[in-house]
Structure formats: C-alpha cells, structure tokens
C-alpha cells in the first residue's frame, strides 16, 4: 500500500511538474535573436497625403498600417500534457491578424491583441511645438504620434513625395 501511494504521489508530481498545453505571447527584447516561435510585429498606423491627379490643388487622405519595428513578439507553444493545434494568419509577413487554437484541455485561456485603429482625423494640420503655428500639409507619409492616453497629439512627416 505505501508502494502505491509513493508512486501514486510520484505520476502526481511528474503531471504538474509538466503541465498542460499552453500558449504565451511575449515581447523580444531588442537584439535578441535566440527567442523562439513565431516572430511578428505590432502594427502602427500612418497618414498617407496624396495628390489628387484630376485636380492640382486637392489632396487624398489615407490610414495605412506599417510594422512597429520596436514592438516585435513571439508565439511560444507548449503542448504538455495535451495536444494544441494553432492557427495564425501573418498579413504582408508581419502583422498577426488572426490567431486560433484547439486544446484537448479543459482549461479556459485566451490570448488578446490589441491594434490601434483610427476612425477619423478631426483637422489634418499639425501644430509645430516651437512656434505654434499651423502648418500646411504636404504630400508625404505621416507617423502618427500619441500621447500616454492613446489619444493622437500630432504627426511627424517621414516621408515627402
């Protein structure tokens, strides 16, 4: 009977101590190269200022999203115990926009995304910090910049057509 129990409490330890299946999501911090999994990038949005080509004097407006080279991430595995079949759409090779898995474990996990989206630009002039005045804008690529509140509190020309 003690022989039972010890290896009874023996397959116990061995089962925790390998644990279920999960998934972990995890920022790489720069440089590092080593990390396994999937590697993909936050997207970050950027204003698109195009000349309309019917009329010289109107402009076009659009949001694209780019890779956030700084905000790069990994999809780690684990299958455990259990089996787990994932899932993962990478859009253009490095935005991850949509993520499945299947598990044999009765355990509830859930992996969140967060991206940013945004609907609309009240006014499409910035304000220069040094002097206040409002400047035009020109046909070129604008990061998007935001303050701690996620709210957007400018824009920076990284491009000029």
């Known amino acids: 009977m003690k022989k039972a129990f010890c290896f009874m409490a023996a397959v ?3 089962v925790f101590a390998v644990g279920c299946s999960s998934v972990t999501i995890k920022k ?7 990390t396994e ?7 970050a949005p950027y204003l698109v ?3 309309d080509t019917a009329k010289d004097t109107s402009l076009t407006y659009k949001i694209i999203y780019l890779p956030d080279k700084s905000e790069e991430y990994t999809i780690q595995t684990n299958a455990g115990i259990g089996t787990v079949e994932n899932t993962y759409t990478l859009t253009d090779g490095w935005e991850l926009t949509n993520y499945t898995d ?4 009765k355990i509830t996990e859930a992996v969140t995304g967060a991206a940013g989206m945004v609907t609309a630009l009240a006014t499409l002039k910035s304000v220069h910090e040094d002097d206040k005045t409002l400047q035009a804008i020109t046909p070129g690529i604008y990061a998007l910049e935001f303050d701690e509140n996620g709210m957007i ?6 491009i000029k057509f």
Do not use: M, S
């Open 12 to 14: 116990l330890f061995v």
């Open 28 to 34: 790489v911090a720069k440089g590092d190269t080593t």
């Open 37 to 43: 999994g999937l590697r993909f990038y936050r997207p």
């Open 49 to 51: 200022v195009t000349k």
């Open 102 to 105: 299947k598990r044999d474990t």
């Open 153 to 158: 509190k400018g824009i920076k020309q990284v």
